[in-house]
């Protein structure tokens, strides 16, 4: 193999299908620490975030802190307004933001240009039917076999459970929010 092929995901490794489901906290940050360990050993690595704008994100700012030599490595891209986007305000624009998003992410995933690819809160675009669940399901089955991604948010599709190599469903045993703790910055966002 020749040193120009030496991280790219066609070449090198499997990779599989991951999904970090459920009502509990965690799925999002699961994903960061995964990223976090893969740039670690030299893997390029991309985050497409869904259903959430923004750049109030403690994760944001850490990013843009990373060493050059990560940042040549790593790419997140924001694929939603300035707000979360729920089942009672999803509007048309929340939909473009996405699809411009998902399609970044599937011509990344089909040209091989990441080891690892996030797509967080995706599992809520496709419940909320922001991004095709066939198209989704297509992308999935013909990835890149060295391409590893994973896919977070409630509600992971049955379809998407079925094809993925890897599911964890976090669920909710005792939350601060039970009490009235608001989200706080550097925990939750």
């Known amino acids: ?10 070449f090198n ?5 991951q999904v970090y ?6 799925k999002t940050t699961a994903s960061l620490g995964l990223a976090l360990r893969a740039l670690g050993r030299g893997w390029k690595v991309l985050i497409v975030m869904f259903t959430k704008g923004g750049s109030d994100y403690g994760e944001i700012h850490s990013f843009s802190n990373l060493s050059d030599d990560i940042k040549n490595r790593f790419k997140v891209i924001n694929a939603g307004l300035t707000r979360i986007v729920y089942k009672n305000n999803v509007n048309d624009d929340d939909k473009t933001e996405i ?5 970044f992410a599937k011509n990344a995933i089909k040209n091989c240009e990441y080891e690892l690819v996030i797509l967080d809160e995706a599992n809520i675009a496709l419940d909320l039917g922001l991004i095709d669940l066939d198209d989704m399901l297509e992308t999935l089955k013909n990835k890149p076999k060295g391409v590893e991604i994973v896919l977070t948010g409630r509600n992971a599709n049955e379809k998407v459970i079925e094809l993925a190599h890897l599911v964890s469903e976090i669920k909710p045993v005792k939350h601060y929010w039970d009490i009235g703790v608001e989200a706080r910055e550097g925990v939750e966002y």
């Open 13 to 17: 490794k499997i990779g599989y299908i």
């Open 99 to 103: 699809q411009k998003g998902w399609e």
């Open 21 to 26: 489901t459920g009502d509990g906290k965690g």
């Open 1 to 10: 193999m020749d040193s120009k092929n030496l991280h790219n995901p066609c």
